[in-house]
Structures are given as structure tokens and as C-alpha cells.
């Protein structure tokens, strides 16, 4: 996320991982910086997850404050504690909490994912190849 000097928010995103619960989570995570770190003081932020645990200590705190803001705005941690769905989740629980809330199964099932520390789960409800896609016309515009 940069901070433009006219105060212009900007958020660049990778698609490094081709999936819907990632591209929500980052997008969010970058939205957080926006309202929360960002300012005339500290107009660039980067996150490299290969740096973690490795960065000064502010940097640290700042992207675990927007990794909770991002957890719980996607999935308000009062209904994720009412409703812990573990690894062995059935698609029939996996969709009727996302139809609760509204959101992407996807993103119930990368939540359940990182939550297990096993990415191997739940792979076919993470939406696989399914952002490129919304994206690969508009680069093959600029590139032409």
C-alpha cells in the first residue's frame, strides 16, 4: 500500500496464488493499512510474508493488526468461535456458514485452512484459478 503525496491511496496486489480466499484476504489485509497505517509519516507499506518474524517490531505489529482486522471482517470472530468448523468440515457446513454471512465459500475454507496450518485442505473450495482470469483481458490490452 502507498500513500500518493496528493494523499492518493494506492494498494498493489500479485496473483501469486490464483484464489479466491487469498485474493480477499489481501486485498482486505491492504485495505487495513489504508485506514489504519498509512500517513503522511509512513506513506509505503510492503509485505513480504518470506520476511515475517524477521521485520523491526512495529512493522510486525501493524500486519498482525491488519491480519486481525482482515480475519474479522471477513468472518466476525464472535460467529467463527460460535461456529468452529475444523479440517474434517462437510461442503454442506462450509456453504451454510458462508451463506450466513454472505461471503465466498472460499473464504470459510482458506480461514479453516490457515487456522489447521494444512493447506492441503479443503482445496477444492478455495477457488482455485478462478481471479487470473477476471484479470488476464485487461493485461493482454496494456500489452498489445
Not at 2 to 28: A, E, K, N, S
Not at 107 to 132: M, P, W
Request: hydrophobic content about 40%.
Amino acid at each position: 500500500a502507498i500513500l500518493l503525496p496528493d494523499g492518493t491511496p494506492v494498494i498493489g496486489l500479485t496473483l501469486r496464488y490464483d484464489r479466491i480466499d487469498y485474493f480477499w484476504f489481501c486485498l482486505l489485509h491492504e485495505l487495513a493499512h489504508v485506514s489504519k497505517h498509512l500517513s503522511t509519516s509512513d506513506r509505503l507499506i510492503i509485505d513480504d510474508l518470506d520476511l515475517r518474524g524477521k521485520k523491526v517490531e512495529k512493522e510486525d505489529i501493524i500486519e498482525k493488526e491488519a491480519d486481525e482486522m482482515t480475519r474479522n471482517g471477513l468472518i466476525p470472530k464472535r460467529i467463527w468461535d460460535k461456529n468452529p468448523i475444523s479440517g474434517k468440515a462437510s461442503t454442506a457446513e462450509i456453504y451454510a456458514l458462508a451463506e450466513k454471512l454472505k461471503i465466498h465459500p472460499a473464504i470459510i475454507a482458506g480461514r479453516i485452512r490457515f487456522e489447521q496450518n494444512n493447506y492441503r485442505l479443503l482445496s477444492r473450495h478455495v477457488g482455485n484459478k478462478h481471479i487470473r482470469k477476471h484479470f488476464a483481458d485487461s493485461f493482454k490490452a496494456k500489452v498489445s
